[in-house]
């Protein structure tokens, strides 16, 4: 059974940095490609960024280029988003996804999703 779990949320000043995690089980992380996406309230879910099953290739949605970093660990089946310089409208429910299609995960249309962490940026 595939899982996702991401973690890391929580609520957050303004210009500090987040660290999300989206731990794996029950499938071959490494064959995966893996994205993370947020919702605001009221707004539809968007890409924010996506990682390869290597590793090797990163995408960034334009907002968020310069100040978020998507990584993995296969040794750990763990997808990381590294978040710095936080804005108030950076708060969202994040998500990961995986699929073995990359182009699955670039329009938002993975077959596996975690359930989402919340982030608030305060100030």
């Known amino acids: 059974q595939v899982q996702l779990l991401e973690s890391g949320g929580g609520e957050v000043q303004a210009g500090n940095s987040l660290r999300l995690s989206c731990t794996a089980s029950?499938?071959?992380?490494?064959?995966?490609?893996m994205g993370w996406f947020r919702q605001a309230p009221g707004k539809e879910r968007e890409r924010v960024a996506i990682?390869?099953?290597?590793?090797?290739?990163?995408e960034y949605t334009d907002a968020v280029k310069g100040r978020f970093t998507i990584s993995r660990d296969n040794a750990r089946n763990t997808c990381y988003l590294q978040i710095d310089s936080l804005k108030f409208e950076d708060t969202a429910v994040y998500y990961c996804?995986?699929?073995?299609?990359?182009?699955?995960?670039?329009?938002?249309?993975?077959?596996?999703w975690g359930q989402g962490t919340q982030v608030t940026v305060s100030s």
């Open positions: 990682i390869t099953l290597n590793g090797a290739v990163t």
């Open positions: 996804a995986a699929d073995r299609s990359f182009a699955a995960v670039l329009s938002g249309t993975a077959k596996s």
């Open positions: 029950g499938f071959a992380f490494n064959s995966y490609n």
